[in-house]
Structures are given as structure tokens and as C-alpha cells.
């Protein structure tokens, strides 16, 4: 089944909770999702995979061990393979994220913020 065209800005104001990322459509074996963050979430890797942040609005601090990456509307990073991060926001960030479907929003950190990807209604 094909995907319909979604609007980013319709899609976010369907989510509620923060970081629960909601898959908007999929590429390929690549999940687009997008994100409401706000505070600290986990320090984390994703062994087998990049991990790519789109922000649309708000900040977005990626901290790494070696230096913060700070990201504002319309700024886009990725966190390569394996690099340890921790995604912080001191305002309400909406993001959107590119990442291969079925990785686990906490990497290899697990714990109480893991939450499955959730369908957009």
C-alpha cells in the first residue's frame, strides 16, 4: 500500500507526548518520522546505523562526548554509526527523523524511554 502525501505541520500537531516519535511515511526500509522533544532524553548509539535530525521549529542541542552540535528551524544533522549522543531541547523542539524502520528510539541505552513508533491516525 502507498503512503498518502502528508503535511509535516499536520502531521506534528497530531502528537501529544514528547518524544514519541509517529512515523509519517516510509522510503524504501527507511521510517520519516516526526517528534515533539522538550528537556533530556538519553545518552545513546545506534551500533548499525546514522540517525538523521531535520528541526522545524524550536532548538535542538545534539550533545556528543567531543562537543555540542546546536540546530535551529530548517537545520539538519546526522549522528553517524555508533556515535554516543543525547538529544536535548529547553523549549518545545518539533524534529523530524530519517531512520532505518524498526530502530530503537534509545539505541543501545534501553530503559523507560524506549517507546515503540507510532502510526500517524
Known sequence: MTDPARNLIEALSQVHDL????RVVSVNDYDVKVVKVQGEFV??????????FLVMSGRLTIQLRDGDVELGPNDVYVVPRG????P??????HVVL????????????????????????
Open 43 to 52: 545518552w545513546h548509539t545506534h551500533p548499525e546505523t546514522d540517525e538523521l
Open 98 to 121: 530519517v531512520e532505518p524502520r524498526g530502530t530503537v528510539n534509545t539505541g543501545d541505552a534501553g530503559g523507560d524511554r524506549t517507546v515503540e513508533v507510532r502510526e500517524l491516525a
Open 19 to 22: 518524544w514519541s516519535a509517529h
Open 83 to 86: 556515535v554516543e549522543h543525547c
Open 88 to 93: 536535548r531541547a529547553d523549549e518545545e523542539t
